[in-house]
């Protein structure tokens, strides 16, 4: 009963890459948008009993370490890793010239335009790389001594840390290994966005400015480092992963070894303990994962890999660059052009164009933005919470600078500009008709919100203008962009009703991401299929054979959620047809069926009831309709006594989804939804010090499907984007290029003390997203917006502008003249 008849697969196909408004809701909800009594994680992080990959220990495991590069550009010319072997507890060493070692492998999420990394280096490209060699000992730290053991030569290169110096044609290479013909790498690939004529825009403006800023690099350090554990069970390979993706671990291991069968590997992705795309993103994740699967084969015992808080700082977000813009545009804060170029280090996917959220969610005409990815001797720069931190920020600076020029309300700026790829509301408002959503002006709601929250109008006011009678100075700022929206993705989902009580299962392995998803899933479940909450279970953790898509770009919900809604509707189904006909149909014969007048559509099930619409008292409770598991089989249990008993067929279905989604430019659809955010402060003149007094969140998610998730992500992501805003920095000597704060002391981070300012958090529904019921992402998007706002506000808290990224105090005495 696996197989989908036509008519489920057209219900599947409908949706299929949606380009359109949900046609297909619920009528009314019943578990979907409220706030439920649980979290299915929640007792066991809170009482801290949640297993994670770094908790788990085997009998007879192995602890492996990495050699870390001394040097930020360096070969390995010799090794002597004798002294290491003799090391009591050492049992084995992996060089980096092992023979079984190959020169390449897949070992992250895409290959890179160069081919993929070798999964243990004789080459360092920043200081601090794990590479050349690694220990397997009976403790970390026997691994770690050894480690220290090892006598290595070294032929030190020439290295970069000035993104515009390396950019120079005569700069030495960076990471010649993977980009030998230029550190500037992607010039003239993925590179330039055009919108219009700039050069006409900037000849109708009144006004134009030219202005640059820095943003500086920033980790996804968290809590659990780096790790996994490998274990063979004859030729089968078992696997505990800190991995957001893994499906993406058995495609790639499948792979490794001279080749995996699929169906051999066992799977197991438990709690994670934070990630934020950051390490799984980079294109050797896998790497140390390849290596302990070796050692483990090597060995015949268990093998768990552990980075050192060091080795977590492995690498960057992808906004750490300069940025240079022009902006043309009227005395009434009319943007006409912008033409900006963003020079960023280490980026592996330069794709993110820093106009780019100008282009998606203005009426700007006129555009023109360039990326300018520029290899220097840092670690890769990738995907951290989120990709979309150049254009936010990009965008947050635009709007303000224009504001502030023009002596007008930031607010007044955004809802003038208002707009898609050029054009204006009422453009918008045609599309929103054309593809079925109602016309609601989203920023208009969610500004006219957080206004109120924010009491904004009495407490805006021209930069440097408002002294406090504390002495400090006032500050507030605003900004603005699309809600996220769906990328890409993939999801296959199954539900089965288990026997003997009538509950439901969701199966499909995904990774943990601490923000309820499991439970929102079990809530759409519940409401399709007219199941209470509680009879609804997902337990993600361990492989069925299904993979839900993985926790990126904020977009699982309008991906997954599909899923998950085709695949219940799929099961609801089929309970109703197989409560119209004869049960335990053999070839001895069959049983009345539980509704034996009636049709499919003539049944309901609510509260995991299932009863006649004409006369709702005709009923049976979905656990007396599936029956009781037998004794010698799940199905029947009267088997062995002689004679036959009603029973029920299995009652299973699964589904899938697919996305192409907005990225895609052969594909666009115009984003719809908005979210605004509103910040005070205030800044000592004194000391530097900026101190967060309030802060609103509004943001359209079109249907909140699990409202406490998502204010929590608001609420979450606020205190992340304050955090890099006002403290994150990766720090690194100019002369050695050695990083200077490389651990959670040096490395700041914000802490409750930094962030006790209430943070407001209002949710709009709309209905304006391409998710199942009209939703949208949040996940990313208010910490990714957050990061940019410090900056404006302490701007219109001093009157001058710090263009330095974070802002800290230091910066904000040098713009005052104090230093």
Same mark, same amino acid.
């Given at each position: ?7 489920e ?19 009314t ?34 602890h492996?370490?990495f ?50 990394p ?92 030219e ?9 996804w ?17 078992? !696997? ?5 993706? %893994? *499906? #993406?671990?058995? /495609?790639?291991?499948?792979? =490794?070894?001279?080749?995996? @069968? ?6 197991h ?6 990630s ?13 994962l ?6 483990a ?19 960057q977000?992808?906004?750490d ?6 902006v ?29 959220? !100008? ?5 700007? %005409? *006129? #555009?023109?933005? /360039?990326?300018?990815?520029? =290899?220097?001797?840092?670690? @890769?720069?990738?995907?951290t919470?989120?990709?979309q ?71 805006w ?55 309820d ?82 049709a ?6 609510l ?28 199905v ?10 009603a ?29 605004a955010h ?20 509004v943001?359209d ?48 981070i ?23 019921y ?46």
């Amino acid at each position: 009963m696996g197989s989908l008849s036509d008519k489920e697969k057209q219900t599947m196909r409908e949706m299929q890459d949606n380009l359109r408004a949900d046609p297909f809701p619920l009528n009314t909800y019943t578990h979907i948008g409220k706030r439920g009594p649980r979290r299915l994680d929640g007792h066991l992080k809170a009482s801290g009993k949640a297993d994670y990959t770094m908790d788990v220990q085997l009998p007879g495991m192995l602890h492996l370490r990495f050699l870390n590069s001394p040097f930020p550009h360096a070969e390995i010319t010799h090794m002597d890793t004798t002294e290491a072997e003799r090391l009591d507890g050492v049992r084995y060493i992996l060089r980096y010239d092992h023979p079984d070692l190959p020169s390449r492998a897949s070992l992250g999420k895409v290959t890179g335009i160069y081919g993929d990394p070798p999964p243990l280096s004789r080459f360092a490209h920043f200081e601090g790389e794990p590479m050349g060699a690694a220990v397997a000992a009976e403790t970390e730290d026997i691994a770690e001594e050894a480690i220290r053991l090892i006598k290595v030569e070294w032929a030190e290169r020439p290295f970069n840390l000035d993104i515009m110096a390396a950019k120079d044609k005569n700069a030495p290479l960076s990471y010649p290994e993977m980009y030998p013909d230029s550190n500037y790498w992607n010039n003239g690939l993925f590179d330039v966005l055009i919108q219009g004529d700039v050069k006409k825009g900037f000849a109708a403006a009144e006004q134009v400015v030219e202005f640059a800023f820095v943003r500086r690099g920033h980790t996804w350090i968290g809590p659990e480092r780096p790790c996994g554990v490998f274990r063979w069970k004859g030729d089968c390979p078992e !696997l505990w992963v800190k991995q957001q993706r %893994p *499906h #993406l671990v058995k /495609k790639n291991l499948c792979t =490794w070894y001279g080749g995996v @069968p699929m169906n051999k590997i066992q799977l197991h992705c438990l709690y994670q303990g934070a990630s934020f795309g950051g390490w799984v993103q980079v294109p050797w994740n896998m790497g140390p994962l390849y290596c302990a699967g070796l050692v483990a084969r090597e060995t015949g015992r268990p093998v768990k890999y552990a980075f050192s808080r060091r080795e977590d700082f492995y690498g960057q977000s992808m906004d750490d660059g300069i940025y240079r813009f022009k902006v043309g545009f009227n005395d009434d804060g009319t943007i006409l052009a912008v033409e900006g170029t963003s020079t960023c280090a280490n980026q592996i996917w330069p794709v993110f164009n820093p106009v780019n959220h !100008l282009r998606e969610n203005t009426r700007i %005409p *006129h #555009l023109k933005g /360039k990326i300018e990815t520029v =290899w220097v001797n840092k670690g @890769p720069a990738v995907p951290t919470r989120c990709e979309q931190l150049p254009a936010t920020l990009s965008l947050t600076m635009v709007f303000s600078r224009v504001a502030a020029e023009c002596g007008l309300d930031p607010v007044a700026v955004a809802l003038k500009n208002d707009g898609v790829e050029g054009h204006d509301m009422v453009h918008v408002s045609a599309e929103k008709k054309k593809l079925g959503f109602p016309d609601i002006d989203s920023l208009a709601v969610c500004v006219e919100k957080g206004k109120t929250a924010m009491d904004w109008d009495a407490k805006w006011h021209p930069p440097g203008a408002k002294q406090l009678p504390n002495g400090r100075m006032h500050g507030m700022g605003f900004t603005w962009t699309n809600e996220w929206d769906d990328s890409l993705g993939s999801s296959e989902i199954a539900i089965r009703i288990e026997r003997n009580d009538g509950t439901a299962t969701i199966l499909s392995m995904g990774c943990d991401n601490g923000v309820d998803a499991e439970n929102t899933y079990c809530q759409i479940a519940a409401d399709e299929l007219g199941l209470n909450l509680e009879d609804v279970h997902y337990n993600p953790q361990v492989d069925p054979g299904f993979f839900r898509m993985s926790p990126d770009s904020s977009t699982n919900l309008s991906v997954n959620g599909w899923a998950v809604r085709h695949a219940a509707r799929i099961l609801k189904q089929r309970i109703l047809e197989a409560a119209v006909r004869p049960t335990a149909e053999t070839q001895r014969g069959s049983f009345r069926a539980a509704f034996p007048d009636c049709a499919p559509e003539d049944l309901d099930i609510l509260g995991s009831v299932i009863f006649k619409k004409s006369d709702p008292s005709e009923s049976i409770t979905l656990a007396d309709f599936v029956r009781e598991a037998g004794q010698s089989g799940p199905v029947t249990s009267t088997e062995n006594a002689g004679f036959r008993w009603a029973f029920t067929e299995p009652l299973f279905a699964f589904s899938y989804h697919v996305q192409v989604g907005s990225y895609n430019p052969e594909n666009p659809r115009p984003h719809l939804t908005r979210q605004a955010h509103f910040l005070e402060v205030e800044v000592d003149t004194e000391t530097g010090e900026i101190f967060i007094i309030k802060a609103v969140n509004v943001n359209d998610v079109g249907k909140a499907i699990n409202p406490m998730s998502c204010e929590g992500q608001q609420y979450g992501g606020t205190v992340m984007g304050w955090s890099r805003g006002k403290f994150e920095e990766m720090i690194y000597d100019p002369a050695t290029g050695v990083m200077l704060n490389g651990n959670l002391i040096d490395y700041k981070i914000a802490t409750t003390l930094d962030v006790d300012a209430p943070i407001d958090t209002i949710l709009v529904e709309s209905g304006m997203g391409y998710g199942p019921y009209g939703s949208v992402g949040i996940g990313e998007d208010v910490g990714t917006v957050m990061t940019g706002l410090i900056g404006p506000a302490v701007h219109n808290a001093i009157g001058v502008w710090i263009d330095d990224h974070p802002i800290t105090p230091d910066k904000v005495l040098k713009a005052l003249g104090k230093i």
